[in-house]
């Protein structure tokens, strides 16, 4: 039921810009939380941004100051505005959507897409 649709990957240049999005249909309950995480060939899945229901965004420091996370709460949207690319930010990149009933949360993950910066 719950789908999540992914849009925005690609190629760019360092110092380029991307802008991914995500959309999430089939929802019943409330989203907690939307974001974003990455995972690099060889490395771990990491946390790139996060936004909480009530629009409080969280950031790896990675990330701080170059990217901007923000949802939509009507449409069930979150974007990542990513700016100042550099290589190290190559990584297939999963939206994340977390939906809560009572007492209980649940996560939903993208298939990923793929976004890769060029030295």
């Known amino acids: 039921q719950v789908q999540l649709v992914e849009s925005g990957g690609g190629l760019v240049q360092a110092g380029g810009s991307l802008r991914l999005s995500c959309a999430a249909s089939?929802?019943?309950?409330?989203?907690?939380?939307m974001g974003w995480y990455r995972q690099a060939p060889g490395k771990q899945r990491e946390l790139v941004a996060t936004?909480?229901?009530?629009?409080?965004?969280n950031y790896a420091d990675s990330v701080k100051g170059r990217f901007t996370v923000s949802r939509d709460n009507a449409k069930n949207t979150v974007d990542l505005q990513m700016n100042s690319l550099k290589p190290e930010d190559t990584a297939v990149y999963y939206c994340?959507?977390?939906?809560?009933?009572?007492?209980?949360?649940?996560?939903?993950w993208g298939q990923g897409t793929q976004v890769t910066v060029s030295s």
């Open positions: 994340n959507v977390r939906v809560s009933g009572r007492a209980w949360t649940k996560d939903y």
């Open positions: 089939g929802v019943i309950f409330s989203i907690d939380v």
């Open positions: 936004v909480s229901s009530g629009g409080i965004p």
